[in-house]
């Protein structure tokens, strides 16, 4: 640990068990104020989940969680034949750099709970996954993503992070 600022800070690296590197990157998160860097391996799927960009398969609540505190690299695959017992699968180690300047959400766990109504839904069209999802009303939506720059008809996936940050902090100041 080292003290910066007044506060206490470390660099978390590790091999985690595959089964709960999610929940990992969600602690992460949740205590990156303690961690300015990161270096995780990660079974490759997760990996491309982590660092994943709109538009693609595999963005989704994970990526934004991750990316709205890091800039998230994925650095090298490691071939399962260098571990032992060796895995069925091929891991990859992903670097976390905490990003000094925003934008951030005024609230992460609304954030959060947008991002996941957002994707409850995935081939939903935006508006009405977060209607059936937080149970609001579509012309409430409809005025927050308006304010956000999302297109009402948009899918999840093709909203970025910036708008995905507005427009729950367009829904925080409505309720």
């Not at 590197?21 to 949740?30: A, T």
């Not at 104020?33 to 995780?40: D, I, M, R």
């Not at 959400?105 to 947008?114: S, T």
């Amino acid at each position: 640990l080292v003290k910066k600022m007044g506060r206490q800070e470390a660099v978390l690296t590790g091999n985690l068990p595959y089964n709960i590197s999610s929940q990992i990157v969600f602690k992460l998160c949740d205590e990156h104020h303690v961690f300015p860097f990161a270096c995780l391996l990660f079974q490759k799927e997760v990996a491309q989940r982590i660092a994943a960009a709109p538009f693609s398969k595999s963005y989704g609540v994970l990526s934004l969680a991750a990316q709205h505190f890091y800039d998230v690299k994925m650095e090298m695959d490691i071939s399962p034949h260098l571990f032992k017992p060796q895995p069925k699968v091929v891991s990859t180690l992903v670097s976390f750099k905490r990003r000094e300047s925003g934008p951030f959400a005024k609230d992460y766990k609304a954030f959060l709970r947008v991002v996941k109504a957002g994707f409850s839904q995935r081939r939903k069209k935006i508006i009405n996954a977060l209607s059936s999802y937080l149970k609001m009303d579509k012309s409430e939506l409809l005025k927050a993503l308006e304010e956000a720059g999302i297109d009402p008809n948009s899918r999840a996936e093709q909203v970025g992070l910036e708008q995905f940050i507005k427009l729950s902090d367009s829904m925080s100041e409505k309720g």
